[in-house]
């Protein structure tokens, strides 16, 4: 328990009272560290704006709320109830899971007269390392070696891929159960749903991770070059070609993987060729006589309907069949709501690296990011972030460096008081909501699933799912 038997003077404590309330006010309104104050129950009595900043909510989203319904489970580790169990000041390094932000947290009890806890006062701050350059280069010393290894088992390609989605991180799951064997694997999403970097991905957490990565767009290359690019050419092949000839991506990726992004708008008459890689190993260069055989492992993706392309004879149905012995969907950014925020953050920080500046969003960009769809997935994503980092003059990004096609007129959200923690966590819950709802279409599930009294989780479906009922 904390020492709570220094008392000051009659005569300081005059003193302190003499100041004022606005001195102590004005004080607390414009520290660069956040402090923040909850009552022995958790309820939150005082914040300062910092707040905005460290987690995107305003102080008037959450004075009176109660600190388990609002940060429950999104940071790690929890010290509000390390702190009331221990009874002591709790030093602790703590992260956001929402957005990866790291703070250092100071949570200290203070005492009533009686020695129970009547408040808890937390002094949150950034890590010094991003002010102080002494302090980074003396860390950096230390733990040099340790962060290197850290970094180095982890693949390139995991780096990127950021995600709370659980039918998201199912896949991420099935996709590393077989990176390790040669089945084919076919990708399948929208357009900019990250279907490259999951390619990677399955190549990194191969044994063929050491050798070749060879990625090449089907849709970016015309017809009567694509084959020589796949397979290369003899020498004096065609007029023009080098006399010495030219190896294919093909013979390249050996012992290695191969992605054919857009598979969906390869040429017919490649197919075949292709078919009888996957199938025997084997190829023969353009202008050639001479049969090639490689090792590889092929990875295809595309954002068309290849089983619609089969039915209307523009895909060879065996080539279908042979590719798609694992098969994955990616599912659009605007079905993986939880993973926006997520994603805006590490974009954002990713450009600060780049750019050598640190910049915050305020709580009603965080509102505008979750209600848009994103037609163009993660990759409009990334790209909105760096123009918005790019054209925002001050620290702070708010709804007025947004480009106006990000706000829907039916969801338009202006930069007021209407931005709000409640908006923010009610998008949220509809998000969740509709996704245990689609897998499972009764009030009896999503109770189970969620925890909640079947009241309860009628009453949610008839506010968030009345386009859903009656669907299969």
């Not at 995107?56 to 004075?63: C, H, M, N, Q, S």
């Not at 009890?109 to 806890?117: L, N, S």
Request: proline share 4%; with cysteine; aromatic share 10%.
């Amino acid at each position: 328990m904390e020492n709570t038997e220094f008392r000051h003077c009659k005569e300081y404590l005059e003193y302190l009272d003499s100041l004022g309330s606005d001195f102590y006010l004005e004080i607390l309104e414009n520290s660069h560290n956040e402090v923040y104050v909850t009552d022995k129950e958790g309820k939150i009595i005082y914040v300062n704006p910092k707040s905005i900043s460290n987690y995107g909510l305003k102080p008037e989203d959450l004075i009176g709320k109660y600190n388990s319904d609002i940060f429950k489970g999104k940071w790690n580790p929890e010290v509000i109830p390390m702190c009331l169990e221990k009874k002591r000041t709790i030093f602790a390094e703590q992260t956001y899971l929402l957005t990866g932000k790291t703070i250092a947290t100071i949570v200290t009890p203070i005492f009533d007269k009686e020695g129970e806890i009547k408040y808890i006062s937390c002094i949150v701050q950034e890590p010094l390392s991003q002010y102080d350059i002494s302090y980074k280069n003396l860390k950096a010393e230390y733990f040099e070696k340790k962060n290197l290894e850290k970094s180095e088992s982890k693949s390139k390609f995991e780096h990127e891929i950021i995600s709370y989605d659980y039918d998201f991180c199912k896949i991420l799951v099935h996709l590393k159960r077989i990176a390790d064997s040669s089945i084919p694997v076919l990708i399948l999403g929208e357009s900019g749903t990250g279907k490259s970097l999951l390619a990677g991905y399955i190549h990194e957490n191969s044994s063929r991770k050491d050798n070749p990565f060879i990625t090449i767009n089907c849709s970016a290359i015309p017809e009567n070059l694509l084959e020589s690019e796949l397979f290369g050419y003899a020498p004096y092949a065609f007029t023009g070609a080098n006399p010495k000839g030219k190896i294919g991506l093909v013979q390249l990726a050996h012992t290695g993987t191969l992605f054919l992004d857009e598979i969906g708008d390869l040429a017919p008459s490649l197919q075949a060729k292709l078919l009888d890689v996957l199938e025997n190993k084997r190829f023969i260069p353009v202008g050639g006589n001479e049969m090639k055989y490689v090792d590889i492992r092929i990875i295809t993706a595309t954002n068309k309907d290849l089983k619609k392309l089969v039915a209307e004879n523009k895909f060879r149905e065996d080539l279908f069949w042979r590719i798609s012995v694992s098969t994955s969907t990616i599912p659009p950014l605007r079905d993986r709501k939880d993973d926006i925020l997520p994603l805006f953050s590490f974009f954002l920080k990713k450009n600060g690296a780049k750019y050598g500046k640190i910049k915050d969003f305020s709580a009603s960009v965080i509102e505008v990011m979750i209600q848009y769809d994103w037609p163009g997935n993660i990759r409009q994503l990334k790209n909105l972030v760096e123009l918005i980092y790019i054209t925002a003059s001050g620290n702070l990004i708010t709804t007025n460096h947004l480009p106006e096609y990000v706000f829907d007129d039916n969801k338009r959200v202006e930069n007021s008081s209407s931005s709000s923690y409640d908006g923010i966590m009610s998008s949220m819950e509809r998000s969740v909501i509709r996704h245990y709802y689609k897998k499972n279409p009764n009030s009896r599930s999503l109770a189970k699933s969620l925890n909640l009294s079947q009241t309860k989780a009628n009453r949610l479906i008839n506010i968030h799912c009345k386009d859903l009922v009656g669907k299969k």
